[in-house]
């Protein structure tokens, strides 16, 4: 049983930092491309950034500059270090990751962070 579960979301001042990671366990053969994504209320779920693996990087033009995707392939974790956050950044964030088991390939998703950023 695959699992994607993400920690390091929270409440923090508009230009502060949150670093949220996603660990990946389970039956797992490889790791191809890991991501996170941001749901507002109200609004559909948007991307926020990207990484293949090898280590190739996108990012939404909202965060690009500000935030920073990374991953650590030996701990099969993904992570996204945003800095100087804004209100408008406050959103359930969560990770996927297309996932190679023996038999088949398919896109998991983690359960969620809240990400909350006050004026």
């Known amino acids: 049983q695959v699992q994607l579960v993400e920690s390091g979301g929270g409440l923090v001042q508009a230009g502060g930092s949150l670093r949220l990671s996603c660990a990946v366990s389970?039956?797992?053969?490889?790791?191809?491309?890991m991501g996170w994504y941001r749901q507002a209320p109200g609004k559909q779920r948007e991307l926020v950034a990207t990484?293949?693996?090898?280590?190739?990087?996108n990012y939404a033009d909202s965060v690009k500059g500000r935030s920073t995707i990374s991953r650590d392939n030996a701990k099969n974790t993904v992570y996204l270090q945003m800095n100087s956050l804004k209100p408008e950044d406050t959103a359930v964030y969560y990770c996927?990751?297309?996932?190679?088991?023996?038999?088949?390939?398919?896109?998991?998703w983690g359960q969620g962070t809240q990400v909350t950023v006050s004026s």
């Open positions: 996927n990751a297309n996932i190679r088991e023996r038999w088949s390939a398919r896109v998991y």
């Open positions: 389970g039956s797992i053969f490889s790791i191809n491309g």
């Open positions: 990484i293949t693996s090898g280590g190739s990087t």
